[in-house]
């Protein structure tokens, strides 16, 4: 993707035989790193640097704000990488694509929770259309880059993901978020809030949903899974991960609320350094729960233990006896037995800072 334009760039070994330095380069990149593609994608667009100069020079001047509409209007051009005279050349292709969001119909038989039915969806959650949503990037003169971070309502920062995955997915998790929103507990949760659904203009189709935005700065998106192994990671900190990430997953099966797709990958990192649980569609990893065990709460417990191998938690810390217990009683004793005297006070002070900072 650059500007408000998307590459599809194909390259075979076919089209590069005539220039034998070429097809050997294309061979090492593609077989020398096979867990990487950035050797190999950098080399492909080298050809695209005057296409991209051309794009910039080009870009729309207007300084107003692009919305989610305009990345969706975008178009896909088609590309074949040949070589003329020893050099990769970019062949385009008649082939021009316009890019539409993938929609979902509203109907009651949809709902996945009996509770709720599919067309309370509209009532009970605000509803934004692609037009009132602004990408948000760190590079003014980039907002396609992205569309997953957005803002809402004169700029408040949020997270856009859209219905990929088919409806049984989306409603699940809509459900889940809906159902937190009527927990006593709730606001102890590391779970983001949901800010509202994206319809499609005009009409009640859904699009996607949007979240609080969970980031870390300029950094981006960080997951526990990215970070657990790194050197400069202290102990501390993984201790923390592994607390807040156990309470709220108690939290949630106490109200009820199975996880899902139980992974280190979906705990993510805010700018303080907190760990947030994400992605209530349901499913499961290979590696992190067994399929025979997808959508329960003992697939949420193996995913969970797998996180917490990650972190170096060699022992599993006692659920809270309570959702209603008094939180210094409930952290002392869920702490208390899988870390040192030093560490549980430590912890214990931030948690219990905490849940007096959201009470307030």
């Known amino acids: 993707m650059y500007r408000r334009t998307r590459f599809d760039i194909h390259v075979e070994r076919d089209d590069l035989k005539s220039s034998p330095l070429l097809e050997q380069k294309f061979l090492d990149l593609l077989h020398t790193e096979p867990r990487s593609t950035d050797g190999l994608q950098n080399w492909m667009l080298v050809p695209f640097e005057p296409i991209f100069e051309s794009l910039a020079s080009t870009r729309d001047k207007s300084g107003l704000s692009h919305t989610l509409r305009d990345f969706y209007s975008r178009v896909t051009v088609y590309y074949t990488l040949k070589t003329v005279d020893g050099t990769l050349v970019p062949t385009p292709s008649p082939e021009v694509e316009k890019n539409e969001i993938p929609a979902y119909e509203l109907s009651a038989s949809m709902a996945y929770d009996h509770r709720i039915k599919g067309t309370d969806f509209i009532r009970r959650c605000t509803s934004f259309e692609p037009s009132e949503i602004r990408l948000w990037s ?41 159902r937190l929103e009527e927990v006593k507990t709730r606001e102890l949760m590391f779970v983001p809030r949901l800010i509202g659904v994206v319809k499609a203009e005009g009409s009640d189709y859904l699009l996607g949903f949007l979240t609080s935005y969970i980031g870390n700065g300029t950094d981006g998106y960080k997951s526990v899974d990215k970070y657990a192994t790194r050197p400069e990671i202290s102990h501390e900190l ?39 649980l994400i ?18 709460l003992e697939g949420d417990i193996q995913g969970m ?56």
Request: net charge neutral; hydrophobic share 40%.
């Open 138 to 178: 760190e590079d003014p003169n980039d907002t396609f880059s992205s569309y997953n971070k957005v803002l809402v309502n004169g700029g408040t920062p949020c997270f856009f993901k859209k219905f990929a995955a088919g409806k049984k997915t989306a409603i699940r998790e809509i459900n889940a978020y809906l």
């Open 238 to 276: 993984k201790m923390r991960w592994a607390v807040q990430a156990t309470f709220t997953l108690k939290l949630l099966h106490e109200a009820g609320i199975v996880w899902g797709d139980a992974k280190a990958d979906n705990l993510l990192l805010d700018e303080n350094n907190d760990a947030w």
């Open 279 to 296: 992605d209530f569609g349901g499913s499961f990893t290979e590696g992190w729960v067994d399929k025979e065990k997808a959508d329960t």
């Open 305 to 360: 233990g797998k996180t917490l191998d990650l972190l170096g938690v060699t022992q599993w810390p006692k659920f809270l006896p309570a959702a209603d217990a008094k939180p210094p009683r409930s952290f002392l004793d869920y702490i208390g037995d899988y870390t040192t005297p030093l560490a549980a006070l430590s912890l214990c002070s931030a948690a219990l800072g905490f849940i007096f900072l959201r009470r307030r």
